[in-house]
């Protein structure tokens, strides 16, 4: 099995971005799966590229792109990319999209297509704190995701993918606002691993459980 | 022109609900729009059931459902419901659905047929803090809004519909952890009036406004 | 009885204040006690100054303070002012003192002589959201709060003081970042018409009740 | 020269005390200074008399007194202690005193006397996130530091001492509510390493400087 994992390049003013410095620290296998990793470009509909070239290079089976949420002081795959941007900031190359739909004739949404609680559950018992996610924002990190899922399902069919949001840095929230939450790049690393481990583990599961059923 | 709008009976232990609270002192008439209101039930299935009785019964243009968003310091238009339904905490009947489909055969997800932006716009210049939301959550808010839409979709064209979260009232606020946000029934009820009054200035746009287009 | 209340003119590039907003629209008699106000400039040595000039126009028995602590959620009497100011912004005239003591020969702090947490008791029954704060920051509040400590022990025998910090104004918070809380005009000033008259009605007891003992 | 680093057990129905865990984890000397470190009691009055006890032994010229502040999202050394005790929870042998002067003699504060800007700088200088705090709270950890100052006072003099507050650590916050800040427990032992350092290299400077002096 092969698993592909992107890191966005820093972004925003930032000269680090804890995604990619996570990513490429990752070992070259985990869980008995290989692991490609490749860093894409904060750039409007280049990220997305960038993610398909190396789908279509790496043949992975599963993909997981990873990018910075400041602010957050979990680990949080996301659970749904939506097929809108709005972007707060100009991305890298000064573009701005405002209220605009990623893909005509794509759905409101897409689920991801990967295991997110067991990956969440998996990330907290090694000591790292995770949540799933239920919104991705509407800036670059949300287009990647949407435009991933897009791309499995027209073009790439039986691969599944998703999408980690990892907060800040510890060294990068030291010059933030007071109260700014982070973490170590050393447990962002570990809290990955963690989670691409029960991707391979619960390979297949779908993202919404019918077994979970309902209490009463 | 007629607007039905609903608010969620008391949930969680707590003995008010500022939603349906403000929806009840709604005036009769907003920007020349005739406003029905309804109380519905915290219960899972029973809460859209009620939703579409009254949709039934009222035959309105536009639907706007409300609920309460604990926690938020704001009032939020929920920009996306999905097909999802995970209850932290039982229903006001006992039900407790986990990692559960809404739909079998629904989407991932709808965005709502409300003019979000327009209404945000329009509840801070009352001087009342709005800001749209991406997630819904996964209890009986998300539940409402997405089976609202599917309901809209599927059995009554050209009516539109969207939902709302509005913070805990100031009187619960007084009673919970120190430093929850809040907010007085009265500037709720203010800013539902000016976001009801955008909903009828704004009448027929789409919440992805593709004129908005892309800075460069 | 006498109580004189001083609420902060608007600074930091806001056009107004909360908290002379709120005190000047408190009632003439509180408690039957009479109220007089009086507005303070956000200036380094002048806004004490003021206060004191105001005691001794006024010959009051109690005297409150009311400042803005933009971002708290909740009205704030304060426990203690500091002998330190260590201004993040440069106040109104421009002046910005650094780590400096507020006063030579003046102890650290100061407790106020207000029953701060009947205080906080009698606004949260009116159902606005209150709570004791043991820090006013090192800004003009703090400074207004310890050197009218430092006056009134030095210099108005049997006068007891303090301070309270107000949230924004919805208002405010309408045009700040996302997830700002904030409080109507209404509820500030309904909460601190309860707190004045707590004042009164407590009046004399310690800030420390040696009363409440120890629990085991 | 020698510092005296002390750390606090467990408390609060939490197994682990990220304070001590970092405390033992020091090195035996840092910038010159021989460490000695020892774990205190989470009780009323013992904890004061354990840390006294270890002064008379080890006579330290600094002590540093360390405990967890879970919720914040960094390392705090805190500028003041208040002659005041209000346990919102019992102590670890069930006792909660309310509203209690500490020393019925003693003043309303006493502030630190070591130089927590100082030691906040070199803290962020390691990437660690770091900020001076003005409120120790109304628990053990204010006790520890208002009796410590107390002590120097009254017993040792040329002794300085102070206060740090250090966040959860990862692992307890993994098992948290979602969004609860925390840091690893290497890079809280890194930041206090610092923090020490820091305190040798400035050692003898007043906690207020009054060279800092005031901008215009």
């Known amino acids: 099995m092969k698993i592909l994992v992107t890191g966005f390049m820093p972004f925003g003013g930032e000269t680090v971005n804890p995604a990619y410095e996570a990513v490429r620290r990752l070992p070259a296998q985990i869980a008995g799966a290989d692991i490609a990793t490749v860093e894409i470009p904060v750039v409007y509909k280049k990220g997305p590229a960038a993610v398909e070239a190396a789908i279509d290079a790496e043949k992975p089976d599963m993909v997981l792109c990873v990018g910075q949420a400041g602010g957050r ?11 809108y941007a709005n972007f707060r900031i100009p991305d890298n190359e000064g573009f701005q999209p405002l209220s605009t739909k990623l893909e005509e004739d794509g759905p409101d949404a897409y689920f991801a297509t990967l295991p997110v609680q067991a990956m969440v559950d998996a990330c907290k018992e090694k000591g790292v704190p995770a949540n799933v996610s239920y919104s991705a924002g509407t ?5 990647v995701l949407y435009e991933l899922l897009y791309a ?44 691409v481990a029960a991707m391979v583990e619960h390979e297949g599961e779908d993202i919404v459980s019918a077994s ?3 209490e009463h």
Chains 1, 2, 3, 4 share one sequence.
């Not at 002081?73 to 097929?83: K, L, Q, R, S």
């Open 73 to 83: 002081a979990e680990i949080t795959p996301e659970f749904v990319g939506i097929n």
């Open 139 to 143: 800036y670059c990190c949300n287009e």
């Open 152 to 195: 499995l399902d027209h073009r790439h069919p039986g691969v599944r993918g998703g999408f980690v949001h990892v907060p800040y840095l510890d060294s990068q929230a030291a010059n933030l606002k007071a109260g700014t939450p982070s973490m170590s790049l050393a447990r962002i690393t570990e809290g990955l691993t963690a989670m």
């Open 212 to 214: 979970a059923g309902c």
